[in-house]
């Protein structure tokens, strides 16, 4: 595996807990990637590897301008448009449209369980709702949970950058199968 699917990888693996997690996608894991993705390309000109430079930087701009417009309307973070660009460099423009179809599909399905999830709770015999509830304040009382609100600050939503982390990592090793060409 060369440099550049390998810190898609091990960045796809960050900012899927992180965002499962805590609702964040930290600038600093996106800024390292970035750099060491601009170096490795900048140096493979040097040395005579010669990696196409236009496929990266050019899904470097096509994954922020993609994704900007949802940001801008308040239908996403800036961290999950970030993130994409980041994809865009990591692994070039070609790849930017399989993982959007991926990441959304699986946030689209999210959103609809969460849809059926609401609308079947009402539903429920008085019985079972009663259960429910229960089940749903033991969980809120454990640490675990407690510690997940008090990450995320309020952040809520669906965690898109996680879903684009779980495309890229089925896509690289797709790729890795020799799916892609």
Request: without cysteine; charged residues 10%.
């Amino acid at each position: 595996m060369s440099l550049l699917p390998l810190l898609a990888v091990l960045l796809s693996l960050r900012i899927a807990i992180s965002d499962l997690y805590a609702r964040r996608v930290p600038n600093a894991w996106l800024a390292v990637a970035a750099a060491a993705a601009g170096a490795w390309l900048l140096g493979s000109q040097i040395t005579g590897a010669a990696t196409p430079l236009l496929p990266h930087f050019g899904g470097a701009a096509i994954g922020l301008a993609a994704l900007l417009p949802f940001y801008l309307v308040g239908w996403m973070g800036a961290g999950d448009v970030k993130y994409f660009a980041v994809l865009g460099l990591l692994l070039g423009w070609q790849a930017l449209l399989p993982l959007w179809l991926i990441s959304s599909l699986l946030a689209g399905a999210h959103v609809l369980g969460l849809l059926l999830t609401r609308q079947l709770a009402g539903a429920l015999p008085l019985r079972l709702q009663l259960l429910r509830e229960r089940a749903v304040q033991e969980w809120q009382r454990r640490p675990m949970a407690r510690d997940m609100r008090g990450a995320r600050q309020g952040r809520v939503g669906i965690p898109y950058a996680a879903y684009l982390a779980f495309a890229t990592l089925a896509l690289v090793l797709w790729h890795l199968q020799g799916g892609l060409s």
